[in-house]
């Protein structure tokens, strides 16, 4: 998980322009690819791979949900 409260304010700021801007684009691919690496782990028989998609996934929703919380976190600064 990203925790925003030690990311600089700069960085912060740049995940709520991405938000705010509605650029669906960018945030339609985070969550294109956590979803095909989540249909991937059905398939997948080894461990290493498995570990991977995991970690895939783990990222692309921690970069979505730090975008969502990213102006909570500016307004209490």
């Known amino acids: 998980m ?7 304010q700069k960085h912060v700021k740049a995940l ?3 938000k705010e801007t509605g650029d ?4 339609g691919l985070f969550e294109a ?4 690496a989540k249909t991937r782990l059905v398939s997948v028989t080894d461990m290493v791979s498995i ?3 995991q970690g895939r996934v783990e990222a692309f929703e921690d970069l979505l949900r730090a975008m969502e919380e990213s102006a909570k976190v500016l307004n209490r600064s």
């Open 51 to 53: 570990h991977r998609l």
């Open 24 to 27: 669906a684009a960018l945030v």
């Open 16 to 18: 709520l322009r991405l």
């Open 2 to 8: 990203i925790d925003l409260n030690l990311c600089d």
């Open 33 to 36: 690819e956590a979803e095909l």
